[in-house]
């Protein structure tokens, strides 16, 4: 009977010992710095979720070769009449840059990625690329889509990267209006109920009156993201303060959800940032995707 | 734990990795990893019950960039009082079990938005008060139909 309580009782400690140590375990995980939280994550996405994250990859290269051909072909006539209307621009560029005497503009380079999202709780935003550091990813590329700015990424890994859509809270992005005449700030705005999440352009000058369907586009504004990508466009004005600058709600071109396969732009601006911000640079076999 | 209910949480557990995971179902799937740390954490001692709720919710966690770790704190907490619990409530009547698998998940909600950053978590009322406890009773549906099938109860006399 007192051999039966005392192994009760020992049981019981061991059982406190052991709770105590996966609570203050659970702490110490949340409070860890970013870069050792990295490689957690980065450990069990390599192994318990391997298997799991394939099979999405493969389920969404699958879906969208089998997307309608005529869709394709639509698409591909509709780029192949922009790329004629536009031949002579080119040109013309070349030359007035001559005249002025400009360097010639650093081309855009691309990585072709599948977008996969791995809808645990706690990942909302937050997608994958299964384009990494050896395809020349780099921390803040930016990732386009065909209709335009998808998000940017955040961590790069030899294989992948992980992304965030504009729904994150930490996005911000530098636009302007096709005229160039408007300036400011796009960011995601919560509201009260996730249904009343927007877009918002916020720091425009309070004077300049923007309309209703102006489209923005990225500025290039602290280099971040290159210049001319599509956000979106101005639904209606959401805020006035004080005389002194307005904001405005954004209808963005890109739905997060609906995306499958995006482009990461590896280009001069970004890679200029990425650089700075990891220096582990890889050889990169950009284009070969 | 018996053998039985060891298959159960295994395959709540694949099969959730499978759903959300594998086949991007997001919440669309029933939370099973939640309903595998309960259903386990009645037949588990308190520490091991923490010990399943800091590895599920370490997984939970693999995606999250700015809440690293609150899935991993919520689930050790729930693993733990699940485990608990047995010492407080004998037997598995429906309405217990409603009651266990409703607070449990939405506990788990609660706790991981609690020590989440405030700037990256959602709304209060839009996540804790509508959504979670939709949630939490898809996963209690979800939980019941398993135990059920899996885990019948046993008769007496």
Redesign the interface.
């Known amino acids: 009977m007192g051999g039966h309580i005392k192994r009760g009782r020992r049981?019981g400690r061991?059982?406190?010992?052991?709770?105590s140590g996966?609570?203050v375990?659970?702490?110490i995980?949340?409070?860890?710095p970013a870069g050792p939280?990295r490689d957690?994550?980065h450990f069990?996405?390599q192994t318990?979720?391997r298997?799991?994250?394939g099979?999405?990859a493969l389920?969404?290269r699958t879906q969208a070769r089998a997307r309608d051909f005529d869709t394709l072909r639509a698409q591909m006539d509709t780029t192949m009449a922009l790329v004629a209307a536009q031949r002579t621009l080119a040109e013309e560029n070349r030359q007035l840059r001559g005249v002025l005497s400009l360097k010639d503009r650093a081309p855009s380079r691309f990585v072709s990625a599948t977008v996969?999202?791995?809808?645990?709780?706690?990942?909302?935003s937050?997608f994958?690329l299964d384009a990494g550091s050896i395809d020349g990813v780099r921390p803040f590329n930016a990732v386009i889509t065909e209709r335009g700015l998808l998000g940017q990424v955040?961590?790069v890994f030899p294989e992948y990267s992980?992304a965030?859509d504009w729904s994150h809270?930490?996005f911000r992005v530098s636009a302007m209006t096709p005229d160039g005449r408007g300036h400011g700030l796009v960011e995601a705005a919560?509201?009260?109920?996730?249904e009343q999440d927007r877009l918002v352009l916020g720091g425009t000058a309070y004077l300049s009156d923007l309309e209703p369907g102006t489209e923005l586009l990225t500025s290039g504004r602290g280099g971040a993201f290159p210049r001319g990508i599509r956000i979106g466009s101005i639904v209606g004005v959401a805020e006035t303060s004080a005389g002194w600058s307005k904001s405005y709600y954004v209808d963005p071109v890109v739905y997060p959800g609906a995306v499958t396969h995006a482009v990461a732009d590896i280009g001069v601006a970004g890679g200029m940032l990425a650089a700075l911000a990891d220096s582990a640079a890889a050889p990169s076999r950009e284009g070969s995707r | 734990m018996r053998i039985r209910e060891v298959l159960l949480v295994s395959c709540l557990i694949l099969t959730h990795l499978f759903l959300r995971t594998a086949l991007g179902f997001g919440k669309a799937a029933p939370d099973l990893f939640i309903v595998a740390l309960l259903v386990g954490s009645r037949t588990l001692g308190v520490g091991a019950g923490a010990g399943l709720g800091f590895v599920l919710g370490l997984v939970e966690d693999a995606f999250s960039m700015r809440a690293f770790g609150s899935s991993a704190f919520a689930m050790t907490l729930v693993g733990a009082f699940g485990a608990k619990s047995r010492d407080y409530f004998v037997g598995d009547s429906m309405g217990f079990l409603v009651t266990f698998f409703l607070l449990g998940t939405w506990g788990r909600d609660l706790l991981a938005w609690v020590v989440t950053e405030a700037s990256v978590r959602p709304a209060f009322q839009d996540h804790l008060l509508i959504e979670a406890p939709l949630l939490a009773l898809y996963a209690t549906i979800v939980g019941l139909a398993a135990r059920s099938l899996f885990l019948p109860r046993r008769k007496r006399g």
Not at chain 1, 29 to 32: A, E, F, G, K, P
Not at chain 1, 190 to 194: E, L, N, T, V, Y
């Open positions: 049981a061991t059982d406190l010992l052991a709770v996966f609570i375990a659970s702490l995980v949340i409070n860890l939280q957690v994550g069990i996405r318990v979720l298997p799991f994250i099979v999405n389920l969404t996969i999202r791995s809808g645990s709780s706690g990942s909302a937050v994958h955040q961590e992980l965030y809270p930490d919560r509201g009260a109920f996730r």
